[in-house]
């Protein structure tokens, strides 16, 4: 009977919740129309003296100063890296600082959407495809976007971009054509993102341990054949370098991404008068797989490995993981080819520093340039300066004040501040006028270096002086040798050749191939790189043939088809 | 005769309104989380869409059966399928008997604290997440900085490519498996050990059985329909795939072995964006799994078992 009693009274509540629910939502979707109907009047009352310039702010519902008379409310993504002693990425200075800014030139009150940053894929994905996604939506992956659009999910940007050219002064002179256009369709003259700016091309560079050169006698190496002298002398020589951890010795150290980290090697093996069609028509991976003649690059990996001058258990660690850099830090690696800056990073915990404590003060990675090409030239190959991709879900409803939250977010006095923070507590200014970083422990700190996260359009530092700039860049790597950095900066780009963009419009092979076929090209440049010598050719061949069969030979076919209907024979760009 | 009926059913309604009332909240969570949401099993048979429900969706090329054509003429998915079937298969022969050995043994061991103590050891790995676990599988099977391969090196052996090699790969995948599972796995049968009449192995002791004729005709017996049962699950099981374990052990070296299915939807699927494609593969494992359960639960019955149903 009590039982009885109970679920009676339960059911009775429950129903009252509902009851309740419903008129809390009726409430809700009341007042909106409450609160907007008076500005209408003002509109219709306010609109008979303005001339035209006016008249089309008074129908966006701006004031003279590009403020919305009425309040607007826009959600922006923002990656949370979950760092460990960082601060709330949706609620914190910066955001704060973002937020009040809005508020105070345009009357946009913004609210910030965590994603996670090493699962920003997937969780876009599920707000996606729930209609929750955040107005304003930053992600690497252009295909990501691309996919979205073919369903139907993202909004074209073109018009906006083209009607409001004159109230998004900032964004137009920051990104510029350029950057803006870069995604343009040719065909549709559909835009789905807007290209983040790159200030700073430094991509990749060779690292050797300078005291270990100094200790055995050698002189950097200018040329393959000095590079793999010095590797095998520094096996020759463990003992002497190592001691008692001789047995440890690495020459060479690479990871999973073998793509990624022989890059130098392998950009010297394509041949130094490629084209710009070539680059384009075989550049869908961002490894550079497909260039002609990568393959002897790997076979020179494949030949130092068998001679044990590769680290032996590159292919076992996964993305993220430590132990290689813990090798660096130990001292046992001789080389390795990374980041441009990767052994100067992180300041206390970097390699660098442990290095300092490990082994001893005159411990250093230097960058050297000992990959020429045929023709005799340090080629890189760099991105075009383009980064981030800044989209806006179909499910938008304030095009207009998100598209001035771009450009707010594109102005210099802003970026700059979110960039370098605030004087003495993440910052301070050098006598030279440049910006010297101080790493903050308290509500100062930045979650992501120079607060990339937030400042989605732009990515590297930009002080808006380019020597200041390089000023800047030099002072930020606490603890190291400037002179180190200095070298670094200057190689990684020298004769580079910088990424263009041939504005070809989407490729359809491509979709939905990314993952799938780097996580290919991965796995048999890895088995290339362990099988023994006389098997190489077999195994890469094979390999190639598959990454071939499962779409990259149908991107390629579309690429050159793409490339020759706009450019016809052709084969530089302007 | 119909009014007494209905008076009868009334009666009981009555009297049962209450238990029914109670099953309510459970129908209604599988009719919200498990009925319902099968309506999304159309997006195999339809271009998905983020903007549209699966209802407006359009339907796929090839009356509807584009996304299952696609799969199966994709090389990765054949070796994917391959992959799944042989380790799942390994992990069947190799993996379901171990927890019944291992039940026996501790059902036969003599000191009450020391099965305790074993007992609790053995349930521990079924804690650690898969990851956890591998992390564990790098740090002793790396061919040079392994503990196990350096213990081998410096006994003058050759390490062994446990993680690099794929017929290596698999050994260790599946012992890692038993490893993880096998403590565990012991808590049913030795539920069910605990219930076999005490008396049966007096009786069988008078008579002049030893402890193996014991083991044989009395706990293995008494064991069957437990055995049955699990088994008969875990057919249900041959063509799904974990994500975790292959994922984490895998490695660069050995994918010819160790891309499962559930990796070729996550990379496919959920990284490519290929949603269609990926909801046909897991509509086809789970059309599989039924009829592997339907077939093991008929074949138990034809032989006299009882079945799950």
């Known amino acids: 009977m009590r039982l009885t009693k109970f679920l009676t009274i339960l059911a009775l509540c429950s129903v009252f919740a509902l009851a309740f629910a419903g008129c809390t939502k009726s409430k809700d979707s009341a007042s909106p129309s409450n609160s907007s109907a008076p500005p209408a009047s003002e509109q219709s009352s306010a609109t008979p003296s303005a001339d035209e310039a006016a008249a089309k702010l008074e129908k966006l519902g701006l004031d003279a100063n590009l403020r919305f008379k009425e309040t607007r409310k826009i959600t922006v993504e923002i990656y949370d890296r979950g760092n460990t002693g960082g601060s709330k990425p949706e609620d914190n200075v910066y955001t704060k600082f973002i937020k009040d800014g809005m508020l105070r030139d345009h009357n946009v009150e913004v609210t910030f959407v965590p994603v996670p940053r090493w699962t920003e894929g997937e969780v876009l994905n599920n707000l996606l495809a729930a209609g929750q996604a955040p107005d304003i939506g930053v992600t690497y992956s252009y295909p990501t976007i691309q996919t979205y659009a073919n369903m139907g999910g993202i909004t074209d940007l073109a018009p906006l971009v083209d009607d409001y050219k004159d109230l998004l002064p900032n964004l137009w002179g920051y990104l510029t054509e350029s950057n803006i256009n870069w995604d343009r369709d040719p065909n549709t003259g559909k835009l789905w993102a807007l290209e983040a700016r790159l200030n700073v091309l430094n991509r990749i560079n060779t690292f050797v341990r300078e005291d270990w050169l100094k200790k055995l006698n050698l002189q950097a190496p200018t040329n393959l054949q000095e590079f793999e002298n010095m590797l095998k002398a520094f096996k020759d020589n463990a003992s002497t370098l190592l001691?008692?951890?001789?047995d440890k010795m690495i020459p060479f150290s690479t990871s999973f991404d073998v793509g990624w980290r022989t890059d130098h090697l392998t950009t010297s093996f394509v041949p130094d008068n490629i084209t710009d069609k070539d680059l384009y028509v075989y550049g869908f991976d961002d490894r550079k797989l497909l260039y002609p003649n990568y393959k002897e690059g790997i076979r020179t990996l494949n030949k130092w490995y068998n001679e044990g001058l590769v680290w032996k258990d590159?292919?076992?660690?996964?993305?993220?993981?430590?132990?290689?850099?813990n090798l660096m830090k130990a001292g046992f690696v001789g080389a390795f080819i990374h980041n441009w800056d990767y052994p100067y990073r992180e300041g206390e915990d970097g390699i660098t520093a442990n290095l300092h404590k490990l082994v001893g003060p005159d411990a250093n990675y230097i960058a050297v340039e000992p990959f020429p090409n045929d023709a005799g030239v340090y080629r890189k190959f760099l991105s075009a300066p383009v980064d981030r991709k800044v989209f806006f879900p179909a499910t938008n409803k304030e095009p207009l004040a998100s598209m001035f939250y771009l450009d707010w977010i594109s102005k210099l006095e802003n970026r700059v501040y979110l960039q370098f923070g605030e004087e003495g507590k993440t910052h301070e200014k050098m006598p030279d006028g440049s910006f010297k970083t101080i790493a903050a422990t308290d509500e100062y700190i930045m979650n992501s270096p120079a607060n990339i996260d937030y400042t989605i359009t732009s990515n590297g530092l930009d002080t808006g002086n380019p020597d200041l700039t390089a000023k800047s860049i030099a002072n930020g790597y606490a603890g190291v040798d400037a002179r180190l950095i200095e070298i670094a900066n200057k190689?990684?780009?020298?004769?580079?050749?910088?990424?263009?963009?041939a504005k070809?419009?989407?490729?359809?092979?491509e979709e939905g191939q990314g993952e799938a076929l780097s996580k290919k090209r991965d796995a048999f440049l890895d088995q290339a790189v362990v099988a023994p010598v006389d098997k190489f050719d077999a195994v890469y061949d094979a390999g190639m043939k598959d990454y071939l069969n499962s779409g990259g030979q149908a991107i390629i076919d579309e690429r050159k088809a793409a490339w020759e209907k706009l450019y016809g024979s052709e084969t530089m760009l302007k | 005769m119909a009014a007494a009926v209905r008076r009868k059913s009334l009666g009981y309604m009555k009297r049962y309104w209450v238990l029914y009332a109670m099953l309510l909240l459970p129908v209604s969570f599988f009719i919200i989380f498990r009925y319902i949401p099968m309506n999304y099993i159309q997006i195999a048979f339809k271009n998905y869409s983020i903007v549209k429900s699966p209802m407006e969706m359009e339907w796929a090329a090839n009356h509807g059966f584009e996304?299952?054509?696609?799969?199966?003429?994709?090389?990765?998915?054949?070796?994917?399928?391959?992959?799944?079937?042989?380790?799942?298969?390994l992990d069947l022969v190799f993996g379901f008997?171990?927890?019944?050995?291992?039940?026996?043994?501790?059902?036969?061991?003599?000191?009450?604290?020391?099965?305790?103590?074993?007992?609790t050891v053995a349930y521990m790995p079924h804690f650690l997440s898969w990851i956890i676990v591998a992390g564990m599988a790098l740090q002793l099977f790396a061919p040079s900085s392994g503990l196990v391969n350096i213990m081998l090196n410096k006994l003058g052996f050759e390490s062994i490519p446990f993680l690099n090699d794929s017929t290596n790969w698999v050994i260790t995948y599946i012992a890692l498996g038993i490893w993880k599972s096998v403590g565990w796995g012991t808590i049913l049968y030795l539920a069910a050990i605990a219930g076999i009449n005490p008396e049966l192995y007096e009786a069988a002791s008078v008579d002049g059985a030893g402890r193996m004729r014991n083991?044989?005709?009395?706990t293995l017996p008494g064991l069957r329909p437990t055995i049955i049962v699990l088994l008969i699950l875990s057919l249900g099981h041959i063509l799904g795939s974990e994500f975790d374990r292959p994922y984490a052990l895998g490695n660069k070296l050995v994918t010819d072995v160790s891309n499962v299915i559930s990796i070729f939807v996550y990379n496919y699927g959920i990284r490519g964006l290929q949603f269609s494609l990926s909801t046909a593969v897991g509509l086809f494992q789970s059309v599989v799994g039924v009829i592997f359960l339907f077939g093991a639960n008929a074949l138990a019955k034809k032989f006299g078992d009882r079945g799950i149903w």
């Open chain 2, 215 to 218: 083991i044989w005709h009395i």
């Open chain 2, 97 to 119: 008997p171990a927890p019944i050995i291992l039940a026996i043994i501790f059902n036969e061991l003599a000191f009450k604290r020391f099965k305790k103590f074993t007992q």
């Open chain 1, 314 to 325: 590159f292919p076992l660690y996964p993305a993220g993981d430590k132990t290689e850099d």
């Open chain 1, 243 to 246: 001691g008692k951890d001789a």
């Open chain 1, 491 to 501: 190689i990684t780009t020298h004769d580079g050749r910088v990424g263009k963009n």
């Open chain 1, 504 to 509: 070809a419009g989407e490729i359809k092979a």
């Open chain 2, 67 to 89: 996304y299952f054509i696609k799969a199966f003429s994709n090389r990765d998915f054949l070796y994917a399928l391959r992959n799944t079937l042989l380790l799942n298969f």
